[in-house]
């Protein structure tokens, strides 16, 4: 397939996506998004009480490979494929985040954000606009890698990236999905406090009813920003194919025009050829 | 968990026993080298001296000359990478110079990949040693290169001073430095992919001039496509690399009676460092001359290592396995890895100077084929101008004979040059040529042929003349007769020259008896359809092909000079070409 073919097929799919996506249901969407490998299955399963027996599959290895959806009391969870690795789970990912309500977007704590995330986040806010820093909540994630309280300058350097680089104020929970899953295991509450999980589950649940009400509307606008994008998208992918198409014709109409000139050059030629033999036509009639 | 497992110091002494034959066995490419950046300096003047000349040589409003412009910019572009190459390369050369007794290991990956920890541990034995320690270990010399203007990075040489890399929660290397120990030179590189793109580069830029290349990459994130990327660009410049999996360690946690966490550090599972090794594993298999990497992956965590000191620790941290491999390659490749790595180099330079150059012969040959497309534009434009020439030379022509020019020739001289030289200029115009002085020389009409003189055309008659006596009246009677019959019939001018006709009848006038019959020459046409005829073909008909010579004439030059320019382009290519490749040839 063609980089051009490629564009509109996708172009195609993002248009049927917006199509499609109608029933949302009256629960708030929190979809987990971020790179490969970022704890974003285990962030689920422990928010959702699947310590001992996982819900959303976890590996070493990049295991989530499409969306996967849980309904709890208050939201659905939504889990999406690691970015950084290939198109097609980039592209569910992205599916799951049109349609959330509220990212967390997952980073493991073992080092500032890279390039790549900043350039995610930028499209993140461009989704989201003014809600940004409501919807989005940013989750640091194995906490418990932390020696000497290293990840307390990584976590406030990310804060810095956040202001300085997106211009985005987010709240931020630092976890550990491990630790948690100790503490639950071996009834540990310290364990348990320390994994920040409890905190972002309260969050999570306030923050849901919060925005409970709003969430109609709030689709709405994003339906309207997504809308915008993919017109805006559409009219430039018409504009170069028209382009495109008028680059195919253009040999074609040189040919033509050129053709043309010469066919009423001599057609002129005629006329005066004609012209002249009617003259003389003339004089030997009158002679 | 490995057998094969060799502890520092061991590795150590290996290379150190290396470098001697690393002394012995010196290889110097520099004469290549310096010839290789020759060749392209030469290559480019010469063509920069082509483009100037060139540029001049075509009429501002000529649309071949923006593409000429195009052209030499696009090549220009070409030449100032070339330069940076140049001067990296030069960098580099210096750069390795204080380094030919030894094998120089550039450890490379993204940002935070534990890069600097490693090396650390590779001087010290501990990714943050203490005074103590180096106190008493043998003691690696530091080294700086260059340095990036990042905010938060490295003070200026401050491996030097500290004798350590920096190691911080957050990007902390923005330098090129390292540290020799005999046989081994290390060299640790800001991290890639960081917001600060600008570390990213100078790596890049330094990992050319590497014999080896560590690879690290984050086990919590393995075999990312930015990764992969980077790994596949060090293969194709045929860069011999080691991929490590880093911090491939978890913590096991837990709470003391007091409510405090309690943690040790642990190897990850062992079935979750296989998956990660067989993925990236595979991942790498997929790659083009994946032969290049020479050890399988391996999972390794220096925080693991430096707890536990023993050599089951070491081993088990994957610590023990990355000297083995390292001492494998010391044994079996290292000295001819360091011998052929500067050729190796200069002949992936020479790669890549072929596809810029390839890049260069298209943008060439799509600038041939606009000349030979403008010719085409002129050749199908002359042919209506033609026709429309020999049209309106036909119309002058014709009014010209029924207004009974004077000097009829000159006329239509004037006539014709004044087309030809008219629609010469429209045809340049058309291609937007019109700025040379050459091109403005006029029409030549010494080329256009004459058209036959002005002759009568008499036909002899004979007629009687009554007696000798009578001579006189009917000489006159004579002339009155066919001064009436020449005017009947041609009227005009030919009447003047009816006297004269008559005249020369006269002497013919017989002297015979009582009938007379004289002889005379009468005039009964003229040759001005024969002229007219010949005026049609030798000024209109022929004006199409006199226009075409006229033009091509004038442009001819130009565009053989910018054939002669694609032409000499293609042949510096080919000659740089050819040189580089016998530079490439020629035996270490």
Not at chain 1, 84 to 108: C, N, Y
Not at chain 2, 333 to 343: C, D, H, R, T, V
Not at chain 2, 412 to 423: T, Y
Not at chain 2, 540 to 547: E, K
Request: hydrophobic share 35%; with cysteine; glycine share 6%.
């Amino acid at each position: 397939m063609s980089e051009r073919e490629q564009v509109l097929a996708q172009l195609e799919n993002a248009c049927s996506n917006l199509l499609a996506v109608s029933v949302l249901g009256e629960k708030p969407r929190i979809a987990a998004w971020g790179l490969v490998k970022a704890g974003k299955s285990s962030l689920l399963n422990m928010l959702s009480g699947h310590v001992e027996q996982e819900f959303f599959k976890t590996g070493a290895v990049r295991t989530t490979r499409v969306n996967r959806e849980l309904e709890t009391d208050h939201y659905i969870l939504v889990d999406t494929p690691g970015l950084g690795i290939d198109d097609d789970d980039s592209e569910q990912a992205f599916k799951g985040l049109d349609s959330a309500d509220i990212i967390l977007f997952v980073h493991a704590l073992q080092g500032e954000l890279d390039q790549e995330e900043i350039d995610l986040l930028i499209e993140v806010k461009a989704v989201y606009t003014e809600e940004i820093d409501r919807r989005l909540v940013i989750v640091l994630s194995q906490l418990d890698k932390d020696e000497n309280g290293a990840m307390n300058s990584v976590s406030s350097r990310i804060m810095e990236q956040l202001q300085e680089q997106i211009g985005i104020q987010p709240t931020c929970f630092k976890v550990s999905n491990t630790r948690y899953r100790k503490g639950i295991a071996e009834s540990k509450p310290v364990l348990t406090k320390k994994s920040g999980i409890p905190n972002l589950a309260q969050y999570l649940d306030t923050l849901s009813l919060e925005i409970k009400d709003q969430l109609e509307a709030a689709r709405y606008r994003r339906q309207q920003v997504r809308e915008a994008q993919l017109l805006k998208e559409l009219e430039q992918a018409i504009e170069e194919e028209r382009q495109f198409i008028s680059s195919l014709k253009k040999p074609y109409i040189e040919k033509i025009s050129i053709f043309n000139q010469i066919m009423e050059k001599l057609r002129q030629e005629f006329n005066s050829h004609s012209d002249e033999i009617s003259i003389i036509q003339k004089k030997i009639n009158s002679i | 968990m490995q057998k094969e497992s060799t502890s520092r110091a061991e590795l150590m002494a290996s290379f150190k026993a290396l470098q001697r034959d690393f002394d012995n066995k010196k290889n110097d490419i520099k004469n290549k080298e310096s010839d290789f950046d020759q060749l392209r300096k030469r290559f480019c003047e010469q063509l920069k001296q082509r483009n100037e000349r060139f540029v001049q040589l075509i009429g501002s409003e000529n649309p071949l000359q923006s593409l000429a412009y195009n052209l030499s910019g696009q090549l220009e572009k070409n030449f100032d990478n070339w330069e940076q190459q140049a001067a990296a390369r030069s960098k580099g050369i210096q750069f390795r110079k204080d380094f030919g007794d030894s094998l120089l290991v550039f450890i490379y990956g993204k940002v935070k990949s534990g890069k600097s920890s490693l090396g650390n541990y590779m001087a010290w034995g501990h990714s943050e040693p203490t005074p103590e320690l180096k106190e008493k270990s043998l003691s690696p010399t530091y080294f700086s290169a260059e340095q990036t203007n990042v905010a938060s990075g490295d003070q200026d040489k401050e491996a030097e001073k500290t004798l350590q890399f920096r190691v911080n929660a957050t990007e902390a290397t923005s330098s090129i430095q390292g540290f020799k120990l005999p046989g081994l030179t290390w060299v640790d590189s800001p991290g890639l992919h960081s917001v600060n793109a600008k570390n990213g580069d100078l790596a890049k830029e330094y990992a050319e001039h590497a014999d080896l290349i560590l690879y690290t990459m984050s086990s919590q994130a393995p075999g990312r496509a930015s990764d992969m990327e980077e790994i596949t660009e060090l293969l194709n410049s045929n860069k011999k690399i080691m991929v490590l999996l880093t911090g491939s360690d978890t913590t096991n946690e837990d709470e003391d009676e007091e409510g405090n966490l309690v943690t040790m550090v642990v190897m990850k599972d062992l079935l979750d460092r296989r998956d990660q090794v067989e993925y990236v594993n595979g991942e790498l298999e997929q790659l083009q001359n994946s032969s290049s990497v020479l050890a399988e992956v391996l999972p390794i965590s220096t925080r693991y290592a430096e707890r536990n000191m023993t050599p089951e620790g070491i081993a088990e941290s994957g610590m023990g396995r990355l000297m083995y491999e390292l001492q494998v390659i010391c044994a079996s490749q290292a000295l001819s890895i360091k011998l052929n790595m500067p050729m190796e180099n200069l002949r992936h330079s020479i790669r890549v100077t072929a596809d810029d150059l390839a890049g260069m012969r298209e943008i060439i040959s799509g600038f041939a084929n606009s000349i030979g497309k403008q010719n085409d534009d002129l050749q199908r434009e002359l042919s209506s101008l033609g026709v429309q020439g020999s049209s309106q030379m036909r119309a002058y022509i014709n009014q010209v004979f029924i207004d009974e020019h004077a000097d009829l020739e000159n006329a239509l001289r004037q006539k014709a040059s004044e087309i030809i030289s008219q629609l010469a200029i429209e045809a340049l115009n058309k291609i937007g040529e019109r700025q040379q002085q050459g091109l403005k020389q006029a029409f030549d009409s010494s080329r256009l042929s004459g058209i036959p003189e002005y002759r009568e055309i008499t036909e002899e008659k004979e007629y009687f003349v009554g007696t000798r006596e009578g001579n006189k009246s009917l000489w006159g009677l004579g002339g009155t007769l066919l001064g009436g019959a020449a005017g009947f019939l041609l009227g005009g001018p030919a009447g003047a020259a009816i006297g004269a006709s008559v005249g020369s009848a006269s002497s013919m006038v017989g002297r015979s008896a009582s009938a007379e019959y004289g002889r005379h020459q009468v005039v009964v046409s003229d040759n001005r359809e024969e002229q007219r005829q010949a005026a049609i073909e030798n000024y209109s008909n022929i004006l199409p092909r006199l226009l075409d010579e006229h033009v091509n004439t004038l442009y001819g030059p130009l565009r053989t000079a910018m054939l002669e320019y694609c032409g000499a382009l293609d042949r510096d290519m080919t000659e740089l070409m050819d040189n580089l490749e016998n530079l490439a040839q020629v035996n270490q």
